[in-house]
């Protein structure tokens, strides 16, 4: 019982890592080449919105395929402090405005 629980668990990681691995490097063909800073700054993103854009949970929006200019507004809006959201403002708070843009750029690329 105990070999088999074990087994299942060496597995269970296998996989998680496979699609780690798969959506890393989904992420550097997705990017532009001279982003490289710019990919550490989205997985960060990624453990929310996914690595694809497309959120895994319910409360995060996706942000795959939406307009730059609106998701642009919103990370200026959240770093502001104009709309009120804790994580959002954290996050936000960390990037240039330069940075938002490209991330708003990359985003509106994916598809949704
Ligand atoms: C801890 C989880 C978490 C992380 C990490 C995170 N977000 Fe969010 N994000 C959220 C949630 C939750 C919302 C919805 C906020 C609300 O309810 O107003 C959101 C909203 C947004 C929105 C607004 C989308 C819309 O449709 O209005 C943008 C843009 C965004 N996030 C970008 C980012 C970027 C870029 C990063 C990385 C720098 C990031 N987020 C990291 C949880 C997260």
Redesign the pocket.
Known sequence: MKTRARIGNAIGRNIGFGVWLRAVALMAFAMPAHAGALTD?IA??A???GPDGIARSA???N?AG?HELY?YN??RAFADGK?P?K??RF?SRQ?SDAEMRE?AHYYEQLPR
């Open positions: 700054v960060q993103c453990a929310c919105h409360d995060a929006p942000l939406q998701l919103q990370l709309r959201h994580e959002m996050m990037l991330i």
